[in-house]
């Protein structure tokens, strides 16, 4: 807490900024975004996020490459295709099955 207490006035704005626009702004963008998809494909979509952290970690960060993370990454990937795989399947099948009336696009 020490670090916070010495915080100046423009970094007490730029985290402000920084909340705004990387928490508030991102989820009402996400909240449109997921109306205008499947379920299935959000959840692929939320699924994946640790994997863009690793990404944007290595990248930007320089974070190690270790063998637990790889073994993650892995889990993450095959699930999603699994996840993918079970959508195109039963996607065919809601296509075709009347609608509620009410129930959105």
Request: hydrophobic content about 50%.
């Amino acid at each position: 807490f020490g670090t916070i207490s010495r915080m100046t006035t423009e970094q007490w704005w730029l985290t402000g900024y920084l909340a705004l626009a990387c928490t508030v702004f991102d989820f009402g963008l996400q909240m449109w975004a997921a109306r205008r998809s499947t379920g299935a494909r959000i959840a692929l979509l939320l699924g994946t996020e640790p994997l863009w952290a690793l990404l944007i970690g290595i990248g930007l960060a320089a974070e190690p490459v270790t063998v637990i993370g790889m073994v993650g990454a892995t889990m993450i990937l095959v699930g999603s295709h699994w996840g993918r795989l079970v959508d195109a399947r039963f996607g065919r099948e809601r296509e075709t099955a009347p609608h509620r009336i009410g129930a959105g696009p």
